[in-house]
């Protein structure tokens, strides 16, 4: 039986067949706005609130004060709580960033990356953190070394990954092939805001529904939904109804 970690997303959880591969590592990949920060923050406190299982939240973009107001924001009210309480450790730019190379940054973390107590972990954004390498071959060297970190200290980890395409005429980026699973988030604009979709394209070990599903963020947090055809793809003036 392979074990899985619930992102006690709705709706998420059933498309991924029960959770993502514990000890895993998945990239979440979208454009700006597409709601990967929120899906991370989510996982992240969820995984406290429904599950006991605390986390390690790293922000390359923001400070902790932007995170808290952003989780606030959304609904996840504890947060604060959680940060202080230790259940919720984070790491925010002004931390990471002070360091200036990658080594000196993962000789901070380690003692928290290497403690039992932690089992799930948010990197928000892998695109900030690749900015610490020089070249391709560095890159791909420490980001082989740190999912292994990852995986081998038992954490099941969410990778942010800014994409501008869905299916980019370039070839797909690494961190695609280093990672176990793949979700990308979808905006496409319509006259009164966006339709948010999520793409499950690949989870290793898992069989998964590899559909896109509609999604929607708001008080709360991020919801999918499970039943396509209950939402309309198409915008409201194109509707027949
Ligand atoms: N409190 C909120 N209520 C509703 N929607 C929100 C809220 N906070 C953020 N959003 C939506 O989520 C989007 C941002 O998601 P975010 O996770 O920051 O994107 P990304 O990290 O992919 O750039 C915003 O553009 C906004 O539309
Ligand atoms: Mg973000």
Known sequence: MIELTKTGIDGLDA?????????????????????????????????????????????FEENESDLREAAESIGFDKWPEFVESGDIKVYDKQVLLRENDFSSSLE?????????????????????????????????????KFT???????????LTNEQGAVFP????????????????????PTDTGVNRYVWVAKMRKQDIETDIYPMEISWGGIKVHENASAFSMMSEEDSPI
Request: hydrophobic fraction near 35%.
């Open 108 to 144: 901070l973390l380690l003692d928290d990356l290497e403690d039992d107590k932690y089992d799930r972990l948010v990197l928000d954004s892998l695109t900030m953190f690749e900015l610490f390498f020089e070249d391709e071959t560095e890159k791909r060297t420490y980001l082989l």
């Open 169 to 188: 005429d370039t070839d797909i980026g690494l961190e695609n092939y280093l990672t176990d699973g793949n979700i990308y988030l979808i905006q496409t």
């Open 15 to 59: 498309i991924l067949n029960g959770g993502i591969v514990t000890n895993s590592t998945t990239l979440v990949s979208g454009n700006p706005g597409a709601g990967k920060s929120i899906l991370g923050l989510q996982y992240i406190y969820n995984g406290v609130e429904q599950f006991d299982e605390k986390g390690i939240y790293l922000s």
């Open 148 to 158: 292994d970190i990852l995986n081998n200290n038992g954490l099941t980890s969410l």
